[in-house]
């Protein structure tokens, strides 16, 4: 610290802010919290757009801050900020919030008389958004999607199974990929694999038996000595003899090709078919089917219920659609209205968000 500027020792609340800022970011999200390095960027990134805030709109330079400015008050005019300003939507402040929560808790914990803080940040109400629309397809789209594919070709029979595993596990598309053999269990009454997801989060899907079937004529023709050689990609692509790990560009490819020869026959598919399109649909089909939300959202590895409510109001828009069109001939009489500083890197890097 024998670069900085004598302000700055003066200033011991801020230098003590950047010192718990620092092990916030390097020590108690990625290794107490084990949270993935993408969520721990994205938390940096939460924080550089708060101080950004509190420079513009109150004159708060980096080296100025103090555990005082993560008040309800100002947090509460950041989430305005980041809506009007930034125009970002309502999730996008939600989570811009729980980076904030997140250290003002980890803060309370160190110094309890600063604690009050995480109170007043817990009080500020998330925002509320229309949820977006998920995209899926209905159950003769998907089957015909699933025909297109020709199974003779050793290419296309793992296309064909990579789209028919993942709806049946309802995983993302990136969880597929990163499926090894050593992740599947065979059992032939219950098979099921583990899916590694956000936060390295790893769950247990099961397998319906047509998917298990399909999975072992698979490995007959991709992985004949699948028991041995455990640690291999289940799905893979070889170049000059040697396998790799297939990527999503791959997937993307041919499931648009899929999507625009399935549309010919099935007017009713969306003008792109994409990967996640199959994880939404499974999910709606559940749903559906009278799996509970709780059972869905953990089937699904979402971290909120919350998160999961989008197939409910999927499933309820499509329905307010179908009766809206099923009463549009009717003539509804029109309702008449009742009433016409200076070294601010230097901060941002001993806080540890560089």
């Given at each position: 610290?024998h670069?900085?500027?004598?302000?700055?020792?003066?200033?011991?609340?801020?230098?003590?802010?950047?010192?718990?800022l620092?092990?916030f970011?390097?020590?108690?999200l990625?290794?107490?919290?084990?949270?993935?390095e993408?969520?721990?960027t994205?938390?940096?990134?939460?924080?550089?757009l708060?101080?950004?805030?509190l420079?513009?709109r109150?004159?708060?330079?980096?080296t100025?801050?103090?555990?005082?400015?993560?008040?309800?008050?100002?947090?509460s005019?950041?989430?305005?900020w980041?809506s009007?300003?930034?125009n970002?939507?309502a999730?996008?402040?939600?989570?811009?919030?729980?980076?904030?929560?997140?250290f003002?808790?980890?803060?309370?914990?160190?110094?309890?008389?600063q604690?009050?803080?995480?109170?007043?940040m817990?009080s500020?109400?998330?925002?509320?958004g229309r949820?977006?629309?998920?995209?899926?397809?209905?159950e003769?789209?998907?089957?015909?999607?699933?025909?297109?594919?020709?199974?003779?070709?050793?290419?296309?029979?793992r296309n064909?199974?990579?789209?028919i595993?993942?709806?049946?596990?309802?995983?993302r598309?990136?969880?597929?990929?990163?499926?090894?053999?050593?992740?599947?269990?065979?059992?032939?009454?219950?098979?099921?694999?583990y899916?590694?997801?956000?936060g390295s989060k790893?769950?247990?899907?099961?397998?319906?038996?047509?998917?298990?079937?399909?999975?072992?004529?698979?490995?007959?023709?991709?992985?004949?000595d699948?028991?041995?050689?455990?640690?291999?990609?289940?799905?893979?692509?070889?170049t000059h003899?040697?396998?790799?790990?297939?990527?999503?560009?791959t997937?993307?490819?041919?499931?648009k090709?899929?999507?625009k020869?399935a549309?010919?026959i099935?007017?009713?598919?969306?003008?792109?078919?994409?990967?996640?399109q199959?994880?939404?649909?499974?999910?709606i089909?559940?749903?559906?089917s009278?799996?509970?939300?709780?059972?869905?959202?953990?089937?699904?590895?979402?971290c909120?219920?919350?998160?999961?409510?989008?197939?409910?109001y999927?499933?309820t828009?499509?329905?307010?659609?179908a009766?809206?069109?099923?009463t549009a001939?009717?003539?509804?009489?029109?309702?008449?209205?009742?009433?016409?500083?200076?070294?601010?890197e230097t901060f941002?890097k001993l806080?540890?968000?560089?």
């Open positions: 610290m670069h900085l500027s004598r302000r700055w020792l003066m200033n011991k609340e801020n230098v003590e802010l950047t010192k718990r620092r092990d970011f390097q020590i108690y990625p290794k107490q919290k084990c949270y993935s993408n969520t721990v994205s938390y940096k990134y939460a924080f550089n708060f101080f950004d805030f420079n513009s109150k004159g708060i330079g980096m100025k801050i103090t555990m005082d400015c993560f008040s309800g008050e100002s947090v005019e950041f989430m305005e980041l009007r300003e930034r970002n939507s999730s996008t402040c939600n989570q811009r919030l729980m980076a904030l929560r997140s003002a808790k980890y803060n309370g914990t160190k110094d309890f008389s604690f009050s803080l995480y109170a007043e817990k500020i109400p998330a925002k509320k949820p977006k629309t998920v995209e899926f397809l209905s003769s789209a998907l089957e015909i999607l699933l025909k297109q594919p020709n199974a003779k070709k050793i290419s296309e029979m064909q199974f990579f789209m595993l993942m709806y049946d596990t309802a995983a598309c990136q969880e597929m990929l990163d499926i090894r053999i050593k992740d599947i269990c065979f059992n032939e009454k219950t098979p099921y694999l899916l590694t997801g956000k790893t769950r247990s899907v099961p397998m319906m038996d047509a998917t298990y079937r399909h999975l072992l004529k698979y490995l007959e023709k991709f992985h004949p699948y028991k041995k050689n455990t640690d291999e990609f289940l799905f893979y692509i070889t003899g040697i396998r790799h790990q297939m990527s999503q560009d997937v993307e490819v041919f499931m090709r899929y999507g020869t549309k010919l099935c007017p009713d598919l969306p003008d792109k078919v994409h990967p996640h199959l994880r939404h649909t499974r999910a089909h559940l749903y559906r009278g799996m509970p939300l709780s059972i869905l959202s953990e089937f699904l590895g979402h909120s219920e919350e998160t999961t409510r989008i197939y409910a999927a499933d828009e499509m329905k307010r659609e009766i809206n069109k099923a001939d009717i003539a509804v009489p029109e309702e008449k209205p009742i009433w016409d500083e200076t070294d601010e941002r806080a540890g968000l560089r």
